[in-house]
Structure formats: structure tokens, C-alpha cells
């Protein structure tokens, strides 16, 4: 821990925060010693994972613009948000429509903290602190009770948080689960670390290797394949291209070429319940 550092009250610094290493690969400024420290000794074998934050904020912005204006959603439900940084979602979907609805959830008090700074003033946005594990705080949490209405099409997002529940914590329940929350017309966005097996056998070491040192400094992460992450959708109906690289779904040609591992080990994708 570096000298000097300090955090809200609740925000422990001794140990990294999946948020907080998020903030860091991004280039925020929202984060401390031992998360750039879980950071780097990703990036020693991986180096491209500032690139791969990059293209996860990009691909966040080009699903909230289809949700907003394609879909015509009034109303997004994010899920494992991160700590606040440029282009968040109430922002995108804000200039399209400044009466969309947003709820931000997450169980890191920093992200708390920020969000409820950033949205003093904010009548269309909220934040809660909640775990994903605990769908029933969240459903009851009067600010998503407020926001948010369950029997009308709502934008759920789930992206980089799946992957940072454990196999013997039932991600795919967790994730039925919140499906069956969603009104027919709703839509699911996901994106995930993911493992591309034998098809690119040196890239899938790299993966299990990086897997490693998450669990290692930050107790998670989990690099999936691509079936296991489409199940996560159900049965509702993927949108195309599919459960694709990130920089695959939509381009808008905002940003550069990634180097291969990174392209090859996060994907995503939005599907509708019909």
C-alpha cells in the first residue's frame, strides 16, 4: 500500500477490489497500491489487458445505443456497474433519451460512494449497493423498486460480472434467475473473460494462466467457453452476430485493432425474450 492513500469510510485498501483493478486497466484514477499490483501481474503475461478495458467500455456504449435507440428501452437495470469513469451508461442512454431510467448495482462501497456523489442531484439514476448472489436485496432495494418496472421491457446488464462468480456459485442460476425477472420485450447484455480451448491452444494457456493469478490476488475470475457463456442467455433470442469478440458486436470503428490474446478471451453479446 502506498503512502498516503486513503478511501471512504468502509473501503478496505489492504486488498484489491475487482472494481478498482477494473478502474485501473481503464487508466481511472480510482484505485489503490495492491490494485494496481493485482493489475500488473496480470499484465506481465498479458500486456494488451489495458486495451481489453477499452474495448469493454466500448462495447457497453454500442449496446446501451441499441438498447436506447433500436430497442426503444426506458428503463436499464447494470449490474456489477464498477467505480463511475467517462461514458457511463446513464450518460449514453441520456443522449438519446433524458428520461431513461438507470440503476446501478454493485457491492463495492466505493462504488457507492462515488456513484452517490456523482448522482446527487440525478432524478432518472440511482446507485445500490447489492451482490448479484443476492437477487432478492436487489429486486427489494427500494431505489430499484422505485426505477425500475418489472412488468415493462427492461435493459439488463451483466457485463464483466459473470465470470467473477465461481462454478460452485451457480453463475448459470443466478443468471435464470434473473431472466425470469425480465418482461417479454426485455433485453440481456453480456460480456465475459473467455477460454478459446484447443482452437487456439497457446491463447487458452495465456487465459488459464491469467485465471490463476486472479484467484490468487483477488480471490475470482473464471475464463469460460463459449458454449458455457451462450447458456447463460437461455432462451431468449441472441441478437446478431452472436455471442462474438467484443470488437466484433457492432463496430463503429471507434477503436483500433486489439492485440490477439486479448481479442480472443472477452466476448459478448445482447439477447431479447420474446
Same mark, same amino acid.
Do not use: C, M, Y
Given at each position: 500500500m502506498g503512502s498516503g492513500e486513503s478511501a471512504p469510510v468502509g473501503v478496505d485498501i489492504t486488498r484489491p477490489s475487482i472494481a478498482r483493478v477494473y478502474d485501473f486497466m481503464i487508466g481511472g484514477k480510482d484505485n489503490f497500491a495492491v490494485d494496481r499490483q493485482a493489475a500488473e501481474m496480470a499484465l506481465?503475461? &498479458?500486456?494488451?489487458?489495458? %486495451?481489453?478495458?477499452?474495448? /469493454?467500455?466500448?462495447?457497453?456504449?454500442?449496446?446501451?445505443?441499441?438498447? *436506447?435507440?433500436?430497442?426503444?428501452i426506458t428503463q436499464i437495470l447494470d449490474i456489477g456497474s464498477g467505480l463511475p469513469t467517462q461514458g457511463n451508461v446513464h450518460e449514453i442512454a441520456h443522449e438519446v433519451d433524458p428520461n431513461i431510467r438507470v440503476v446501478y448495482v454493485d457491492n463495492d462501497p466505493m462504488v457507492l460512494a462515488h456513484?452517490?456523489?456523482?448522482?446527487?442531484?440525478? &432524478?432518472?439514476?440511482?446507485?445500490?449497493?447489492?451482490?448479484?448472489?443476492d437477487l432478492d436485496a436487489i429486486v427489494n432495494?427500494? %431505489?430499484?423498486? /422505485?426505477?425500475?418496472?418489472?412488468?415493462?421491457?427492461v435493459g439488463l446488464l451483466l457485463l464483466s460480472i459473470l465470470h467473477h462468480l465461481q462454478d460452485e456459485e451457480d453463475p448459470g442460476q443466478i443468471a435464470a434467475q434473473l431472466r425470469a425477472l425480465l418482461a417479454p420485450g426485455s433485453y440481456l447484455a453480456i460480456s465475459h473473460f473467455h477460454d478459446p480451448g %484447443?482452437?487456439?491452444?497457446?491463447? /487458452?494457456?495465456?487465459?488459464?494462466? *491469467? %485465471?490463476?493469478?486472479?484467484?490468487?490476488?483477488?480471490?475470482?475470475?473464471r475464463w469460460r467457453t463459449h458454449d458455457e457463456i451462450l447458456a447463460y442467455f437461455g432462451d431468449f433470442e441472441v441478437l446478431e452476430p452472436g455471442l462474438v469478440p467484443l470488437q466484433e458486436w457492432h463496430p463503429d470503428g471507434s477503436e483500433g485493432p486489439l492485440q490477439s490474446h486479448t481479442y480472443h478471451t472477452f466476448v459478448g453479446g445482447l439477447a431479447r425474450k420474446r
Open positions: 506481465r503475461i &498479458t500486456p494488451d489487458g489495458p %486495451e481489453a478495458g477499452k474495448a /469493454s467500455r466500448a462495447f457497453l456504449r454500442r449496446a446501451v445505443r441499441h438498447l *436506447v435507440a433500436e430497442a426503444g456513484g452517490r456523489a456523482l448522482l446527487a442531484d440525478a &432524478t432518472t439514476t440511482t446507485v445500490v449497493q447489492a451482490d448479484i448472489r432495494a427500494p %431505489e430499484v423498486r /422505485s426505477f425500475i418496472d418489472f412488468d415493462q421491457p %484447443e482452437s487456439l491452444p497457446v491463447i /487458452s494457456r495465456e487465459a488459464r494462466q *491469467v %485465471e490463476k493469478i486472479f484467484n490468487e490476488t483477488l480471490g475470482t475470475g
